[in-house]
């Protein structure tokens, strides 16, 4: 009895008192393999470097390791070996690197729309680098991942499993960690979205058709995808030979380019490939960008992504998708004028034969130098045409005839250039300028109808992903594909004949 009212005078029923209720600590977020601590402000909860998954050298990943206490999370984590470029001064040679970074809004939530973001590029980059806080001020969950690149993610050897897919693997590993983890963060495991640009956009290509993302997802938004893309010789760098695909390899391929590096590794084995330091590896010229594709033949990609989607092979997800108005232009900027060297109408007509040969005649006819302002700009006029355009409309097309497809193209022409190129170049709506609005990290670099338009397509994607239509209060009608494709610039959001303005009849 003593002990009884004891503890009852200790708990404050016998005097009255109401014990102390401590509300949880915000900036304190429990995963299924320990605690994180992130920042915590007045709009959002960010938290950084959160190990997802781990993985050796040329294998598939696994769920990371559990820890002990509270894991600190208030900064980003280390990114995946990378060597940098002239759009991208940055580098590293950590391997542990399969992290993310998961950013919600501040007010407490449940059941919230969740995002996982696959930055683009294949060779350089991180999560991190795209600032969340806007998205996720739309009531969503925002995940960023970081997943293994170049030569790490892309390298095929004889006696590798599902060699060439390693990147693929990680982003489909994060997304097991989101079904586990997004709940405790307020969002719904039960309604995600994968989105993604250029080769973020190509990886979603290649989930659609992965037997392991099967179930992983439930819409997906691709930018500037490459996936249903073939490369006429030199369209995107001079003396490039043509290929059937822009970014997959065959797995016989693959073991074939990864034998011809280990050479020049000076290696016969794996085991001599896996004890070397990374440093030499990206000391090899062009390593990282060799292996910027994705290996298909095996477990994770048992046939080529844009074969399995002309044939309605493809997970049944609602799709978001669209490219630049001209994405080409910074790639010929990139190549030529960087260097100092602007195509001149010369070369027009010689890259012109090398990409069409017997029928550069008729490509010259229907884009006349005389139509552009520079033989650079003619140039890239074709591309985009050719290459990004046909490859999306077919993507489009394809996609639609069995899903919800809601197309568009982004066609702000002022658009600024967000990386570190100087050349005195009209960039255009370039390949991934559409990645400002969504990820707005340069404060007060965009114009006040520009600010408008990022405000819209940040409305129009959190729709997409909430509901499966980017329909909303607010915003100009978004149609299905079949009633046209949706024009995204400041004052201007309207449906367009996409197929008419890429003359894709004559591309036929």
Known sequence: MR???????????????????????????????????????????????????????????????????????TKPGPMCPQVGSVYAPISSTNEDCLVLNVTTPSKPGHKRPVMVWIHGDGAVGAGHFSDARKLASRGVVVVTINYRLGVFSGFGYPGLKDGGTYGLQD????????RRNAATFGGDPSNVTAFGVSFGA??????????????????V????????????????????????????RSAEDAEAVGKVYADKLGCRDLACLRALPVKKILEVPQIMNAFQVYAYGNRVLPELPSTAIRAGRFHRVPVLAGATRDEHRIFVGMNYDVAGKPVTAEQYGTLVATAFGKDAGRVMRRYPLSSYASPSQAWAAVMTDRLWARGTHEQNTLLARRVPVYGFEFADREAPMFLPL????????????DLQYLFPENKGALSQAQERLSEQML???????????????GLPVWRTLGHGTQSLAPGAIRPIDYAAEHRLGFWK
């Open 202 to 219: 190509l990886a979603i290509g290649g989930h659609l058709t992965s037997p392991g993302a099967r179930g992983l997802v439930q819409r």
């Open 3 to 73: 002990i009884l009212l004891a503890t009852l005078a200790a708990s404050g029923l016998l005097t009255g008192q109401a014990t102390e209720h401590r509300p949880p600590d915000p900036a304190v977020v429990r995963t299924d393999t320990g605690a994180v601590r992130g920042v915590v402000t007045g709009q959002h909860r960010l938290f950084q470097g959160i190990p997802y998954a781990t993985a050796g050298r040329w294998q598939s990943p696994r769920p990371a390791r559990s820890w002990s206490g509270v894991k600190d999370a």
């Open 422 to 433: 100087e050349a005195d170049f009209d960039w255009g709506a370039f390949h991934a300028a």
């Open 171 to 178: 982003q489909q590993e994060a997304l097991r960690w989101v």
């Open 459 to 473: 409305g129009y994607w959190t729709n997409f992903a909430r509901t499966g239509s980017p329909n909303g209060r």
């Open 221 to 248: 938004a691709m930018q500037s995808g490459e996936t249903m893309m073939d490369m006429p010789a030199g369209s995107m760098i001079p003396g490039m030979p043509a290929a059937p695909t822009f970014a997959w």
